[in-house]
């Protein structure tokens, strides 16, 4: 089996294992690309939410946030283009009967004309070890540039055939690319169609007078809605920005990659209100800041790459995904997209009402402009948790399963530990516990021996053990050990509370944004 392979199968094992990720219904055997966070997950999302909205929200004074509900009128989605567009291209394997996006199918293709590249890049730069030039080589070696010429036509010609709906080119180039079903080799593909992946229900108690609706597909349409309310009742020039983060429902066609598609998920998304004609300035800004943002976590800038978008969504005069290296390759993480003044615009025009900002400066009324930051915020959990998750071998031979996620984020951020369960231990143990729960979320655990305690936290992520023993009681001092060093110093009780703070308060991880 492929080494990436093994290391996402241990993220979802360790995932279940550990209390962060539990398929749904599993009892009743599951239900697909749906999954609920168990008790070490809600902590871990909850953290990264606070993370994004006090990035957003609290430190920018032009940002406010909301809280939108999911249901909302139906017209919204054929005002937004939803209704029609909201579409992906699918295709049926009529020998495996499985079902696949097609573009999905043709990307793949092209990403393992990458995966060559890359190997002919390894191995150049093997080969001339320190006068290695990679730019150069890059620039010039005729097989990477062939293989980047073959990439780019497949690319353009399949943005070309989306966007003029000709599905039977995308199935001509599926089959003249020899695309075959990764699990079963088989070219025998059915035509392709279109799909929308909004789900339906309906609202109201009595089947004739019910209401059909959608789950949103996104969080954006309720920012979008609430753009007056918002802005009469902020009283925010523009620029300004309103967030949200909330759920969004999409009926993904191939929903196989454990929560980095799933059909319930979650988006934190920012909707950046512009005047007309500089909306292409602050697109550039948020990329970088949201880029920025990203790297504060520490995870490594070499995981992280923009993909911009060759073919552009029905709205947008600009977009690129910031995308991440999962452990089954690069894939989007977020989107940021200058959306133009499309929404607002389709808004006024479904709803007859006017959405439009006087500008003191110009002096004039306009429709304002948009540039939307999105992220999945399970795509993220996915990032952070596969990211951190690490085997290491000790001096001593032996071996541990560590999860390093950034301190502001860990489930707990301490955990205190009697020595034994016995002559006093506890009681002191408890002392610190009811002390430290009201700044951190702090377990008390007394099971098992030191070492397997120790062992427990480093696989949930906890940056720091606090143990009690004999000596604690005379001197006020515990042993505090560090999940990523390992070290071990003693330190008096008083001080806890602030070398704790300092590793994990949220200050540490947004003063580096
Ligand atoms: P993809 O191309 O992967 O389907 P998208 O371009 O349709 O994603 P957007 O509509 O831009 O995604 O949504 C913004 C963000 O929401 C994405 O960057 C991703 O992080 C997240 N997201 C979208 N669809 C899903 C999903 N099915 N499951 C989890 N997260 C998702």
Redesign the pocket.
Known sequence: MAKQEDVFKKVVSHAKEYGFIFPSSEIYDGLSAIYDYGQNGAELKNNIKQYWWKAMVQLNENIVGIDSAIFMHPTIWKASGHVDAFNDPLIDNKDSKKRFRADVLVEDYCAKIEDKENKEIEKAAKRFGDAFDKAQFEATNPKILEYREKRATILSRLAKSLEKEDLADVKALIEELEIADPDTGSKNWTEVRQFNLMFGTKLGASADSATDLYLRP?TAQGIFVNYLNVQKTSRHKLPFGIAQIGKAF?N?IV?RQF?????E?E?MEMQYFVPPGTELEFYENWKKTRLNWHLALGLGAENYRFHDHEKLAHYANAAA?IEFNFPFGF?????IHSRTDFDLSAHEKFSGRKIQYFDPERNENYVPYVVET???L??LFLAIFSNSLKDEVLEDGSERTVLSLPPALAPVKAAILPLVKKDGLPAFADKIFNDLKFDFNVIFEEKDSIGKRYRRQDAIGTPFCITVDHDSLNDNTVTLRYRDTMEQERVPVSELRRIIDEKVNFRTLLSKI
């Not at 894939?331 to 989107?335: P, S, T």
Request: net charge negative; hydrophobic share 30%; no cysteine.
């Open positions: 996104e999409r993904e929903a929560i980095f598609r799933m059909r998920f988006q995904d894939k989007e993480l977020e989107g999105s992220v999945g399970d795509r």
